[in-house]
């Protein structure tokens, strides 16, 4: 698989990475252990050298990272997040000094590891002054345990003054075909200050990839069963995009999945997705996609494609914003 660079960090990434949540959380039921460990392993098999996960996932979550990835440490890019209050989004928000530390150090154990590769702030905290956050981790890169800081769905201001006290390198945010919001508001700031872009949920929480109709039915812990998005009715207007991403695909001979990420490397040189699955089938179509070659009027007829579909169903809803400060 090729690889990139996130902005002028100098971190070498595959271009397609693999987002570790949805394999303890999030979207159904959890994989085994064994079955989880071998699904990262494959990844890494297929070339993918850039993993995510987080303490909010589960000690499982990076445990399982850790287990999978110790044969081969060197040889990949492990992310984890701090920034919630006792590792649950659920609790509110916490960064702390204190806090990031303590954090950083748990997440080594689990992860079996001496270092962090990437270590983001997994959302702002606006009790904590952002100067603050970026100094207790600056003085973690110091020490040698992390090795780049990065935030996840700041807006620019935050990612300014971030910069000035520690650079940052990398913003993880979600960013799709039906969530471009990102493209006004922080790929400009970005590019200028020459940080890397991290999509997560690049395929839309799954949508995207064709699989999903308006009678699909979620597992009880699902997510995607409390998101306005992914209701019947939304579903239904929503899948004239898959439909317009089909007939661009069936012409390159590609997925709907492939042509979504696809476009996402096309954006900029300096991003690199993150999208999860539990499947091995999935995992080998989404690396497929580093080898989909979008040409300026591939892209034109995508954009031309888009424009005329107007997207229905918020992304989340006001509790749900409220809770994860988005």
């Known amino acids: 698989m090729k690889k990139r660079i996130l902005g002028d960090s100098g971190l070498e990434v595959s271009a397609i990475g693999l987002g570790c949540m949805g394999l303890t959380r999030g979207w159904g039921p959890a994989a085994g252990t064994d079955e989880a460990v071998k699904l990262i392993r494959a990844a890494v098999e297929r ?4 993993f995510d ?9 990076e445990k399982i990272v850790g287990e999978a990835l110790a044969p081969v440490r060197d040889q990949v890019v492990i992310a984890t997040k701090f920034g919630w209050k006792d590792g649950a989004f659920t609790a509110g928000r916490d960064s702390r000094p204190e806090r990031i ?3 950083a150090e748990q997440s080594l154990k689990r992860l079996k590891t001496d270092r962090i590769d990437l270590f983001y702030q997994h959302r702002v905290d606006p009790k904590i002054p952002i100067e603050d956050v970026a100094g207790a981790v600056g003085k973690l890169i110091a020490e040698g345990k992390v090795k780049n800081f990065g935030l996840c769905e700041a807006g620019e201001e935050v990612i300014r003054r971030a910069q ?7 913003l993880q945010s979600e960013y799709s075909l039906w969530w471009r919001e990102p493209e006004q508001s922080v790929l400009p700031t970005l590019e200028e200050l020459g940080i890397g872009f991290v999509p997560y949920s690049p395929l839309g929480k799954g949508f995207l990839t064709g699989a999903i109709t308006e009678d699909t039915t979620f597992e009880r812990n699902d997510w995607r069963n409390t998101l306005p998005r992914f209701a019947p009715e939304a579903r239904k207007v929503n899948l004239a995009l898959i439909e317009l991403l089909g007939e661009i695909a069936d012409a390159k001979r ?18 690199a997705p993150i999208p999860g699955t539990t499947k ?14 979008l040409t300026p009027d591939d892209r034109a007829r995508i954009e031309a494609a888009v424009a005329k579909i ?17």
Do not use: C, M
Request: charged share 20%.
């Open 53 to 61: 996960t987080a303490e909010s996932y589960g000690e499982a979550n």
């Open 164 to 170: 000035a006290v520690q650079p940052v390198s990398a």
């Open 101 to 103: 530390r303590f954090v």
């Open 254 to 271: 590609a997925t709907r999945a492939q042509i979504a990420l696809a476009w996402l490397l096309a954006q900029k040189p300096w991003i």
């Open 280 to 293: 091995v089938h999935r995992l080998d179509e989404n690396a497929g996609a580093d080898r989909v070659e």
């Open 310 to 326: 107007q997207i229905q169903g918020a992304r989340y809803t006001v509790q749900q914003l409220e809770a994860i400060d988005l």
């Open 47 to 50: 070339g993918v050298t850039f």
